[in-house]
C-alpha cells in the first residue's frame, strides 16, 4: 500500500477513535451529573479559572481533557429541571488554604502538598477534604443570604 494511503487510513481510524473517547466521556459526565442532581439538594462547586489553569503547566492535560467546565453546565441545566440548588463558589475563595477547624488561612499551599498542618489550631488536615468542608460552608453561607 502506498505510504500516503496508509497514513490517510491511520489519520481516519485515530479520529474515530477520539470521538469513541468523545462521546464516552460526555456519557459519563451525564450520568455522573445526573445521579448527583437526583440525590442532593444543594451542590457547590468552585469556580475555577480554566483558562488560568490551562496556562500552568503542570495542570495543563489534566484541565484540558476532564471536561469539568462542561460538567459543571450538565450539572447547572439538570438541578433547574428537578428543583436542585448548583451554587458556584467564588474562584479566589481560599478553600484550600483555609483551615475548616479555626478559619485560619495560610498564605501559600503548593499544588503536590495533599496533608498540611495547621499553624494556628496544629490540626493535621487534608487537602482535599478540608477544601470540601470550606466549600460546603461557603455555599450554605452564601445560600442563606441571597
Ligand atoms: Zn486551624
Not at 440525590?39 to 475555577?48: G, L
Request: charged share 35%.
Amino acid at each position: 500500500m502506498e505510504k500516503s494511503i496508509i497514513y490517510h487510513k491511520k489519520k481516519k481510524e485515530i479520529a474515530k477513535i477520539h470521538n469513541k473517547i468523545q462521546r464516552s466521556r460526555r456519557d459519563r459526565l451525564h450520568k455522573l451529573s445526573n445521579e448527583m442532581t437526583n440525590k442532593y439538594d444543594y451542590i457547590f462547586v468552585e469556580d475555577i479559572d480554566l483558562i488560568a489553569l490551562s496556562k500552568n503547566n503542570k495542570l495543563k492535560n489534566a484541565t484540558k481533557d476532564n471536561g469539568y467546565g462542561e460538567f459543571v453546565k450538565m450539572l447547572e441545566y439538570k438541578a433547574k429541571e428537578k428543583g436542585t440548588v448548583v451554587k458556584r463558589i467564588d474562584r479566589w475563595y481560599p478553600s484550600s488554604k483555609r483551615c475548616h477547624v479555626c478559619g485560619n488561612v495560610i498564605d501559600r499551599l503548593d499544588i503536590g502538598v495533599k496533608e498540611w498542618m495547621c499553624p494556628a489550631c496544629r490540626t493535621l488536615l487534608n487537602r482535599d477534604i478540608n477544601a470540601a468542608i470550606n466549600i460546603k460552608e461557603e455555599g450554605l453561607k452564601k445560600h442563606t443570604v441571597d
